[in-house]
C-alpha cells in the first residue's frame, strides 16, 4: 500500500505523502484539494489522496479515486496493485483478483504482485504461477524485500496443500532473509520500569479510549471489528499516537498528554461523543501512562494460546516492525514479558483491565462480545456479533481473516509444526506453557 504511481519532488504532493507517514491525513488531505481543484488530472495527487481517505477510514472514496488512476492512466502497475490492495481491503476479493491480474500483465515477474494475488486467489502446489515464484528465486539481482515475499509465499502454498514441514523451511527461509532486530534487555528493562511505577489513581475527564492490547496475532484485530460495528464507537486503527504523546509530553501535565494522543490522531477537541477504539497491539507497555491522561479509557487484553501466536508471528511477512519475530526464542522472550507486563497492569488498573481469551471469543462469541461491550460501558448491538460485515477499510497484517466471519480456524493451529517450534516450547518453558492453559481454561468457562 506504499507504492507511488509516481515520483513527485519537492511539491505538495511530496509534502502530503510527508503528513501521511507522520500519522496526519487529515492535513495532508487538506493541502492536496487545491492542488485536485486546480489539477484533476494528476495521478500522483490522486493516488496521494486516495491513500488520505484510506488512511481517514473512508475505503469507498479511496477505493473510487483509484479507479479514477487506473481508468486515466491503465499501463501504472502500481496503481492497479493499490487498487487491489484497497478492494481486499474492504472485502472485495473479486475487485481485487481483477486488478492484480491486470498488474501482473504489465509487470509479469513482480514478486509482490504475485505473493498478493496468492492471497486472493490462491496458487496450487505445481501450478503455473508457483513455478514462477519459484524462478523468481533463482534470480541473484532479486532484492531482499523480494526475496522474503516469494519465501514467505511458497511457504502458504505448502502450508495449504499439507506439507507442514516444507512449509515451515519456507517461512524460516524468509525471516532468515530478512532484516530483524530485538532488544531483549531494553524489553526487559522497560517491563522492569513499569513493574517499578506506582499505580496511577483513577480519575475523571477527556474521552473514553478502549485500548485493545496484546502480543501481534493474538486476536486484537477481530475485537477491534467487533467494536467498530458499534454505531457510538470509532477506531483509529493501529495507531502510533499513544507512543508519540509519551514522549511529546515527557513530564507534562495530562491535560499535555492528551492533547498530544488526540492531536496526533487528528482529533483534536474531542469529547465525549463518541468512543474511541486504538488497537495497537504493544500499547500494552504504555497503558499507565494512557491511564494518566485518559483516566475515563478502559483496557483489553487478548490472550492466545502462544504457541498459536509464536507460529503466527513466525510466518507472517510483517512490511514494517515487528523485528522480534524474526527469530523463535525473540518471540518467546517478548511473549513472556508482555504476560509480564499484562500481570503488573491487572494489578493495578483494576476493574478498568479486561483478560479477553480468544479461545473463549470464537467458541462464544456473544456471550464474551456482550461482555467486552459491557466492560466498555457500551449498551449490547447485535451488529457487532457479525464483524466480517464492518465497512471501514482493513489495513493489518489480518487483512483477510478480518473479512471472515468468526470462526475456529486460528484455534491449536501450532500442533502441526510441534516439531519445528521446539526453540519457542524451550523459550517459553513447558511448566510456563502449562500454566497459561490452566488459566485460560478458567476464562473459557
Given at each position: 500500500?506504499?507504492q507511488?504511481v509516481?515520483?513527485?519532488?519537492?511539491?505538495?504532493?511530496?509534502?502530503?505523502?510527508?503528513?501521511?507517514?507522520?500519522?496526519?491525513?487529515?492535513?495532508?488531505l487538506?493541502g492536496?484539494l487545491?492542488?485536485?481543484?486546480?489539477?484533476?488530472?494528476?495521478?500522483?495527487?490522486?493516488?496521494?489522496?486516495a491513500?488520505?481517505?484510506?488512511?481517514?477510514?473512508?475505503?469507498t472514496?479511496?477505493?473510487?479515486?483509484?479507479?479514477?488512476?487506473t481508468?486515466g492512466w491503465?499501463t501504472?502497475a502500481?496503481?492497479?496493485?493499490?487498487?487491489?490492495?484497497?478492494a481486499?481491503?474492504i472485502?472485495?476479493?473479486a475487485l481485487?483478483?481483477?486488478?492484480?491480474?491486470?498488474?501482473?500483465?504489465l509487470t509479469?515477474?513482480?514478486?509482490?504482485?504475485?505473493?498478493?494475488?496468492?492471497?486472493?486467489?490462491p496458487?496450487s502446489?505445481?501450478?503455473?504461477?508457483?513455478?514462477r515464484l519459484?524462478?523468481q528465486?533463482?534470480?541473484?539481482?532479486?532484492?531482499?524485500?523480494?526475496?522474503?515475499?516469494a519465501?514467505?509465499?511458497?511457504?502458504?502454498i505448502e502450508?495449504?496443500?499439507?506439507?507442514?514441514?516444507?512449509?515451515?523451511?519456507?517461512f524460516?527461509a524468509?525471516?532468515?532473509?530478512?532484516?530483524?532486530?530485538?532488544?531483549?534487555?531494553a524489553t526487559?528493562?522497560r517491563?522492569?520500569?513499569?513493574?517499578?511505577r506506582?499505580?496511577v489513581a483513577?480519575?475523571?475527564?477527556?474521552?473514553k479510549v478502549?485500548?485493545?492490547?496484546?502480543?501481534?496475532?493474538?486476536?486484537?484485530?477481530?475485537?477491534?471489528?467487533?467494536?467498530?460495528?458499534?454505531?457510538?464507537?470509532?477506531?483509529?486503527g493501529e495507531?502510533?499516537?499513544?507512543t508519540?504523546?509519551r514522549?511529546?509530553?515527557?513530564?507534562?501535565?495530562?491535560?499535555?498528554?492528551?492533547?498530544a494522543?488526540?492531536?496526533?490522531?487528528?482529533?483534536?477537541?474531542?469529547?465525549?461523543?463518541?468512543?474511541?477504539?486504538?488497537?495497537?497491539?504493544?500499547?500494552?507497555l504504555?497503558?499507565?501512562?494512557?491511564?494518566?491522561?485518559?483516566?475515563?479509557?478502559?483496557f483489553?487484553?487478548l490472550?492466545?494460546?502462544?504457541?498459536?501466536v509464536?507460529?503466527?508471528?513466525f510466518c507472517?511477512?510483517?512490511?514494517e516492525?515487528?523485528?522480534?519475530?524474526h527469530?523463535?526464542?525473540?518471540?518467546?522472550?517478548?511473549?513472556r514479558?508482555?504476560?509480564?507486563?499484562?500481570?503488573d497492569?491487572?494489578?493495578?488498573?483494576?476493574?478498568a483491565?479486561?483478560?479477553?481469551?480468544?479461545?473463549?471469543?470464537?467458541n462464544?462469541p456473544?456471550?464474551?462480545?456482550?461482555a467486552?461491550?459491557d466492560h466498555?460501558g457500551?449498551?449490547?448491538?447485535a451488529?457487532c456479533?457479525?464483524?466480517?460485515?464492518?465497512?471501514?477499510?482493513?489495513?493489518?497484517?489480518?487483512?483477510?481473516?478480518?473479512?471472515?466471519?468468526?470462526?475456529?480456524?486460528?484455534?491449536?493451529?501450532?500442533?502441526?509444526?510441534?516439531?519445528?517450534?521446539?526453540p519457542?516450547v524451550?523459550t517459553?518453558?513447558?511448566?510456563?506453557?502449562?500454566?497459561?492453559?490452566?488459566?485460560?481454561?478458567?476464562?473459557?468457562?
Amino acid at each position: 500500500m506504499d507504492q507511488s504511481v509516481a515520483k513527485t519532488g519537492d511539491g505538495p504532493v511530496h509534502r502530503a505523502r510527508a503528513l501521511l507517514q507522520g500519522g496526519r491525513a487529515d492535513l495532508a488531505l487538506a493541502g492536496l484539494l487545491p492542488v485536485l481543484q486546480q489539477n484533476a488530472d494528476d495521478p500522483a495527487a490522486l493516488d496521494c489522496a486516495a491513500m488520505c481517505y484510506w488512511r481517514l477510514g473512508d475505503g469507498t472514496t479511496a477505493l473510487a479515486l483509484m479507479r479514477v488512476v487506473t481508468d486515466g492512466w491503465p499501463t501504472l502497475a502500481a496503481a492497479w496493485s493499490k487498487r487491489a490492495a484497497m478492494a481486499a481491503g474492504i472485502g472485495d476479493g473479486a475487485l481485487a483478483e481483477r486488478c492484480l491480474l491486470q498488474a501482473l500483465r504489465l509487470t509479469p515477474q513482480s514478486v509482490a504482485v504475485l505473493a498478493a494475488l496468492n492471497r486472493v486467489a490462491p496458487f496450487s502446489l505445481n501450478g503455473a504461477l508457483t513455478r514462477r515464484l519459484k524462478s523468481q528465486l533463482k534470480d541473484r539481482s532479486l532484492s531482499r524485500a523480494d526475496r522474503v515475499m516469494a519465501l514467505n509465499a511458497l511457504g502458504r502454498i505448502e502450508e495449504r496443500a499439507g506439507r507442514h514441514a516444507q512449509a515451515f523451511r519456507r517461512f524460516a527461509a524468509a525471516k532468515a532473509a530478512g532484516d530483524g532486530q530485538y532488544d531483549a534487555d531494553a524489553t526487559d528493562r522497560r517491563v522492569s520500569a513499569q513493574c517499578a511505577r506506582p499505580a496511577v489513581a483513577a480519575g475523571q475527564g477527556g474521552p473514553k479510549v478502549i485500548f485493545v492490547t496484546g502480543m501481534p496475532r493474538s486476536g486484537t484485530t477481530l475485537v477491534e471489528s467487533v467494536f467498530d460495528r458499534h454505531p457510538q464507537v470509532t477506531s483509529v486503527g493501529e495507531s502510533h499516537a499513544l507512543t508519540r504523546a509519551r514522549q511529546q509530553a515527557a513530564g507534562g501535565s495530562p491535560q499535555q498528554g492528551r492533547d498530544a494522543y488526540l492531536g496526533t490522531l487528528g482529533l483534536p477537541g474531542h469529547g465525549a461523543e463518541r468512543v474511541l477504539v486504538d488497537k495497537m497491539p504493544l500499547n500494552l507497555l504504555d497503558l499507565d501512562f494512557a491511564r494518566r491522561i485518559l483516566p475515563e479509557a478502559r483496557f483489553l487484553f487478548l490472550q492466545r494460546h502462544p504457541l498459536d501466536v509464536g507460529l503466527s508471528c513466525f510466518c507472517t511477512n510483517f512490511h514494517e516492525g515487528n523485528g522480534f519475530s524474526h527469530r523463535l526464542e525473540w518471540i518467546g522472550h517478548l511473549t513472556r514479558a508482555v504476560y509480564r507486563s499484562a500481570e503488573d497492569h491487572e494489578a493495578k488498573l483494576g476493574a478498568a483491565f479486561r483478560r479477553q481469551s480468544y479461545r473463549a471469543l470464537v467458541n462464544r462469541p456473544e456471550r464474551e462480545i456482550r461482555a467486552m461491550l459491557d466492560h466498555a460501558g457500551l449498551d449490547f448491538h447485535a451488529d457487532c456479533l457479525s464483524p466480517e460485515a464492518a465497512q471501514g477499510p482493513a489495513r493489518t497484517a489480518s487483512l483477510y481473516q478480518v473479512r471472515e466471519a468468526i470462526n475456529r480456524r486460528g484455534l491449536d493451529k501450532w500442533r502441526a509444526y510441534k516439531a519445528q517450534l521446539t526453540p519457542l516450547v524451550e523459550t517459553l518453558g513447558a511448566g510456563w506453557i502449562a500454566d497459561w492453559e490452566a488459566a485460560d481454561a478458567a476464562l473459557t468457562g
